[in-house]
């Protein structure tokens, strides 16, 4: 298995099904790649893939990302009370200070808050 990039390009057409299908087949006509595409993979473009009639299959890692993103809606008012803690230590570096003291005391590492993003 593997991935290779064949064209990365500035694209200012829409971004509709058959204008990307349209970039793909152009680019794969560029490289003499026709009849050696077996299946593309990515998080998007469903449509414009089928279109080029070639089979799709989803990112793993996004399919992952939205399993994930769906699940911490259950825990939604614990993350909202743990990002307003996080947000209090980043708004005052002293706060910050003293908890890294209290950290130290305590003969622990010192650890970094993170926010939460979505992507992350």
């Known amino acids: 298995m593997s991935s290779i990039l064949i064209g990365c390009q500035h694209f200012t057409a829409r971004h509709t099904a ?7 087949i152009e680019q794969v006509n560029k490289w003499g790649l026709v009849n050696k595409i077996t299946m593309i993979v990515s998080d998007n473009m469903v449509a414009a893939v ?13 399919s992952i990302n939205l399993i994930v993103q769906s699940a911490l809606e259950e825990v939604k008012p614990i993350l909202g009370k743990v990002k307003a803690i996080v947000k209090y230590f980043k708004r005052s570096t002293h706060v910050l200070s003293r908890l890294n003291d209290i950290q130290k005391q305590g003969g622990y590492s010192v650890l970094k808050l993170k926010q939460n993003y979505p992507t992350r």
């Open 50 to 62: 089928r279109l080029c009639q070639w089979r799709h299959f989803p990112c793993f890692a996004h």
């Open 18 to 24: 058959v204008e990307m299908s349209s970039l793909l």
